[in-house]
Antibody, heavy 119, light 107 residues
């Protein structure tokens, strides 16, 4: 079945970076976009950006554009999201999600990765 | 960014009740509205896309409606597995944005 499996929880100090992985299986990896969405405690989901696994092309929300890097490895069907210059308000659960080109609804979702930023 | 406002923030209902959750957008999104269900400790699950199309496997007691800036998710007869938090998401303009969620609890 279609599945996205993410790496485990991370703890970082303010100013550090974190890199999360998302292993895709059960479908053609290059046939669908991978997006990154986060949910801070008590907050709504925030869309961070997406990557086209075929071309490696990315787009992202303006609020993250200076700090987020999205990459992929087509040989291992894995997408990565790195967030730099972490702040305490980056503490959140980060999800990778799949969408088809031109169909911007998200299915499925990865299980989520908790990133805690604390000194 | 397109702002999303869900109401109510939470509701209490009994098994068999009809429940409606509203989602209002700050501009016309031409029906590009999706709904997700999230249970504690689980990843969200897509329920409905493009306002009213049920994702495969979603029971028919769930339905979506609306247009312009006003959208609804309706559960016709609440079942035990429906107690969860529901989120709307617009897919009209980048950045995609979400409502703050509506928690459906057991009365």
């Amino acid at each position: 079945q279609v599945q996205l499996v993410q790496s485990g929880a991370e703890m970082r100090k303010p100013g550090a970076s974190v890199k999360i992985s998302c292993k895709a299986s059960g479908y053609t990896f290059t046939g669908y976009y991978i997006h990154w969405v986060r949910q801070a405690p008590g907050q709504e989901f925030q869309w961070m950006g997406r990557i086209n696994p075929t071309t490696g092309g990315t787009s992202w929300a303006q609020r993250f554009q200076d700090r987020v890097t999205m990459t992929r490895d087509t040989t291992t069907t894995t997408a990565y999201m790195e967030l730099a210059s972490l702040r305490s308000d980056d503490t959140a659960v980060y999800f990778c999600v799949r969408s088809d080109e031109g169909e911007d609804w998200f299915d499925p979702w990865g299980q989520g990765t908790l990133v805690t930023v604390s000194s | 960014d397109i702002q999303m406002t869900q109401s109510p923030t939470s509701l209490s209902a009994s098994l068999g009740d009809r429940v409606t959750i509203a989602c209002r957008t700050s501009q016309n999104i031409n029906g590009y509205l999706n709904w997700y269900q999230q249970k504690p400790g689980q990843a969200p699950k897509l329920l409905i896309y493009l306002t009213s199309t049920l994702q495969s496997g979603v029971p028919s007691r769930l339905s979506g409606s609306g247009s312009g800036t006003e959208f609804n998710l309706t559960i016709s007869s609440l079942q035990p597995e429906d107690f969860a938090t529901y989120h709307c998401q617009q897919a009209y303009g980048v950045p995609w944005t979400f409502g703050q969620g509506t928690k459906v609890e057991i009365k």
